[in-house]
T-cell receptor
Framework: QKEVEQDPGPLSVPEGAIVSLNCTYS??????FMWYRQYSRKGPELLMY????GNKEDGRFTAQVDKSSKYISLFIRDSQPSDSATYLC????????????FGTGTLLAVQP | NAGVMQNPRHLVRRRGQEARLRCSPM?????VYWYRQLPEEGLKFMVY????????ESGMPKERFSAEFPKEGPSILRIQQVVRGDSAAYFC????????????????FGPGTRLTVT
């Protein structure tokens, strides 16, 4: 079993739709949770960063962490064609080693 | 504020040659991480370095791969005697352990080096 599971998609939605992206994980020691956006043949871009359980909002993006269920989500409101990319969840134990454990990514296509 | 810089962006090597990948972290960042992204796979951690120190190399293959982050200059990921299975995108990320605006655990990625072994 992988430490972090993410549905690879592809996920296709019409412009303006609300998008829900999710990851599950198996290790309760994860403390820090991130969402990255990666355009084709580019480097990952940090979108959202959360620590422990709860919600965090930034513009059209909302990140949720439910540590009791080992489940994290990213919601995108009013989706735009420019949001079409691969979305990667990532997690870290923190502490002395800060390595990120990534999901495999969900490919999102927002149709105009 | 310049982001993480990596060069070269594309690198072609024949089997058996050496590959050297360079990474300059964001200004003010002193921690560097290397990740590898194989086709159809997610990003995999390789190594975590501070200036002149390797902190965590648990993701590095035991042979042919090495990394350094000298006191002066960029971080270098070195792959000796490359094989076709080394073909991948290699990404560098950096973080600021003393960040006052974010957190010390936020990692910012460079554009990557795409290595092709023929």
């Amino acid at each position: 079993q992988k430490e972090v599971e993410q549905d690879p998609g592809p996920l296709s939605v019409p412009e303006g739709a609300i998008v829900s992206l999710n990851c599950t994980y198996s290790n309760s020691a994860f403390q820090y949770f991130m969402w990255y956006r990666q355009y084709s043949r580019k480097g990952p871009e940090l979108l959202m960063y959360t620590y422990s359980s709860g919600n965090k909002e930034d513009g059209r993006f909302t990140a949720q962490v439910d540590k009791s269920s080992k489940y994290i989500s990213l919601f995108i409101r009013d989706s735009q064609p420019s949001d079409s990319a691969t979305y990667l969840c990532a997690m870290s134990y923190g502490g002395a080693t800060n390595k990120l454990i990534f999901g495999t990514g969900t490919l999102l296509a927002v149709q105009p | 504020n310049a982001g993480v810089m990596q060069n070269p962006r594309h690198l072609v090597r024949r089997r058996g040659q050496e590959a050297r990948l360079r990474c300059s972290p964001m200004k003010g960042h002193s921690h560097v991480y290397w990740y590898r992204q194989l086709p159809e796979e997610g990003l995999k951690f390789m190594v975590y370095l501070q200036k002149e120190n390797i902190i965590d190399e648990s993701g590095m293959p035991k042979e042919r791969f090495s990394a350094e982050f000298p006191k002066e200059g960029p971080s270098i990921l070195r792959i000796q005697q490359v094989v076709r299975g080394d073909s991948a995108a290699y990404f560098c990320a950096s973080s600021d352990p003393f960040s006052r605006t974010g957190t010390p655990y936020e990692q910012y990625f460079g554009p990557g080096t795409r290595l092709t072994v023929t």
